[in-house]
């Protein structure tokens, strides 16, 4: 909150200056904080400001300052810069990136650009970057960097230390190191805190684990975050299918896959297909409805079959018609009861918690917990029945007998369908609140209109 | 998936041959794993097996591994296995665990139990180690450790090396360092790789950072992880209020965090208040309907309203009762609608794409997603109604119109309720998806029954 607090005042300290054609001052105001903020400042400048006069500012910035602070921009600001400076400063901000950065940034722009920034590129380092843009969006391959420190097996400690000192201004991470025997085979890791510690005549291979995790260059970008949480690495090897070593994963880019994958998690949990990776304000209107309306529209077709059951007790209906009003509270509760247990299951399996071998375990657990919440709310109901809303004890008991069958059922089906979706292969967060939400209002429609035709003759 | 098979297939051995007693193969097969699988195995044999033959188990590994394996199990099974072995086997592990692991177990066990093993602990240490038992579960002082690395201003970086190599064993991480002034205030932070890269006789003091982002003891884990996601630090420095350095939280500390807020939302979001932290099948039965029912009780009350509201259109209602038919669809649609943006809105507060300052944009930007959404809706359901169902075109009409009012309504509540939550400082999490449709059924309920007076006459 502070942080936020006086952030707002620099942009806007920044935006007077702007404001009043003191370039030098305002350039000397952003310098004053660090290139995270920076960054930070960019962004919010570039919504009040506009691109063309943010970039002006950018360019005044020193150079390695300027690439700090592009590294820290959202992607789509750093493409947005890309666009408006000149193909000198582009090539001078791509060299200094860190390659997987570079990468992300290259993806974004439109081939011919791309082009033509690779053609003075070498050949060898063209094919590289050719090959990581190739990699599908949400594997490990899109993830990791060929920039890690390469040691060989029979260097000294001593050796290796110097080797690093040489090449570790270069690479992405220097705090875990990679041995390859011929052919590029990865054959240990050993870690700069090993080196460190160990003394300086002391063998590489007589150091390094050989019993390493890693991952290959095609699993998804999920399964990569999992082995970071089990293990708490701060880098991971990728692999292709020769068992070759073709890059690094660092821990920092595997942060911003645990948001972007809670994220989806979210939105498909409550029927929103994103399809982007923009920004709530950024994506328009068009692209938020068609974010939605398919969902909406399958969800709304549950409601013709629901529709059509009411249909077929309307004339009863008619007849007890006080039976209405308890219809939103009877389909509300069933909803909610349901999407607390296909909330808690579809989490418990994303952590691990839950397997498909415990369905018996849960679902015997989710009846008792359910028969116990049901028959809790039924007796309250009764007595508010009864006394607040002067029904006959009949209706009341038309409600309350329903209540607790259609929360058990609720509960079941919110608990076991996220459990069948993931047995088929479907992701279990789509099964989440709204298609629980239909299917429990069908259930509680069924099930209330059968007591009343058994216990009111309807 | 694959690891999954494996590692069932190594549970299911190592049972056989406990089933056999044939305990020294049983170990071995264990030890084929590392440390992070063998605790795993030891997890699903604790479920398996049962506490005790678990523990004969455990106990038969090498004591180093041992300790390696309890530091990788979950808190729960930590506790079981402390409760079932000698003092001196606790005592061991408790010695070997880094500082916020023991900590952490520590916190978990009764009271006479702790002060019983902090018995034979030196005076000063019991005295650091109940400092730490005394910080609140959630707040960062909880997450820290005390064991970093301390560097002199006037070292050189040859000797900080030397003293690297002899402490760096018992610290948490030697990949950044700290440099304070007496008092204990942090005056500057190093990272091992500006160490290694520089040459011996350069001095401490002229290669630190001084511009570093630490955190305060008592700042909440949530504000914490966000400072870690946006530097992409490995580790943060914790200072008290007098900005004296306690300690430091590392980077895999943080991945548990973000995990458990996380899960949090979702709960939130789903009305379920938990107040454990264990997993989903160890909760008991009365626990489980406790996080449930009192959110299930609040829900159910605000349908008592949405139940008086349409008591009052009653006899209005028997006239026309096929007007009960699109009941659900409308309350279904106007829930599903509120809670898509709700989601959304959640989500990019929780990311900091939206602000609170943004509440215009983004009700503008629902307002117009919502209309095309609701005239798209309406017009399917138009033509279903008069053709399919076989109604006139003014209940079909009557539908509709409040259809488009429902969908707006139930977008401008998703969107801005959570943003209001924020405002007055409850948790927006709390506002999402059982909460917005309870409110959105009322709004449904009013709207489409005064459209039907006004249009219907009823």
Chains 1, 2 share one sequence.
């Not at 990728?238 to 070593?245: K, S, T």
């Not at 948001?259 to 209107?285: H, N, P, Q």
């Not at 299951?345 to 952590?351: D, F, Q």
């Amino acid at each position: 909150m502070e942080n936020e607090k006086k952030l707002g005042s620099i942009v806007s300290e920044v935006l007077n200056l702007l404001e009043d054609k003191k370039y030098i001052q305002a350039r000397e105001a952003l310098l004053a904080n660090n290139e995270v903020e920076i960054a930070e400042i960019i962004e919010e400048l570039m919504e009040e400001l506009g691109m063309e006069k943010t970039i002006i500012l950018f360019r005044t910035l020193p150079k390695d300052v300027s690439v700090e602070v592009f590294a820290y921009l959202p992607l789509d600001d750093q493409v947005k810069i890309i666009n408006g400076i000149t193909d000198r400063e582009i090539q001078y901000i791509l060299d200094e990136l860190s390659f997987d950065d570079m990468i992300d940034v290259l993806d974004e722009l439109p081939a011919n650009l791309v082009d033509k920034i690779l053609e003075k590129t070498p050949r060898e380092e063209r094919k590289l970057i050719n090959t990581f843009l190739n990699y599908p969006d949400t594997c490990a391959g899109s993830l990791m960097t060929p920039d890690y420190i390469s040691l060989q097996k029979d260097m000294t400690v001593a050796e290796a230390l110097a080797y690093i000192k040489k090449e570790g201004m270069d690479s992405e991470t220097i705090y875990t190191c990679y041995v390859k025997e011929s052919g590029r085979k990865l054959q240990g890791i050993i870690s700069l805190r090993t080196l460190v510690i160990s003394e300086g005549d002391e063998i590489i291979s007589n150091l390094m684990r050989e019993d390493f995790v890693c991952v290959n260059v095609f699993d998804d970008q999920e399964e990569v975050s999992e082995v970071f949480k089990k293990y708490g690495f701060l880098a991971i090897p990728v692999v292709d299918r020769e068992n070759r070593l073709v890059g690094i994963i660092t821990f920092d880019d595997i942060l911003d896959v645990i948001e972007e994958e809670t994220t989806e998690d979210f939105e498909r949990m409550a029927g929103v297909m994103d399809s982007t990776d923009k920004e709530y304000l950024d994506i328009s209107v068009w692209k938020h409805v068609l974010n939605r309306l398919p969902w909406l529209f399958v969800l709304m077709c549950s409601y013709v079959i629901t529709g059509g059951i009411i249909r077929t007790f309307e004339d009863g209906l008619a007849k007890v018609i006080c039976l209405v009003a308890y219809m939103p509270m009877l389909m509300g509760t069933g909803g909610n009861s349901g999407s607390q247990s296909a909330t808690l299951v579809i989490r418990g399996m994303a952590l691990n918690e839950i397997e498909l071998k415990d369905a018996g375990r849960v679902i015997w657990k989710e009846l008792r917990v359910s028969f116990v919440i049901g028959i809790a709310l039924s007796s309250l109901n009764f007595a508010r029945i009864c006394w607040l809303d002067g029904e006959g004890p009949i209706v009341a008991a038309t409600v309350c007998i329903s209540m607790i069958v259609i929360v058990v059922a609720a509960k079941s089906i919110g608990s076991m369908l996220p459990m069948l979706a993931k047995k088929v292969g479907i992701d279990p967060a789509l099964m989440a609140n709204p298609m629980i939400a239909s299917l429990t209002d069908m259930v509680s429609v069924v099930t209330y209109f059968t007591m009343a035709r058994v216990i009111l003759g309807i």
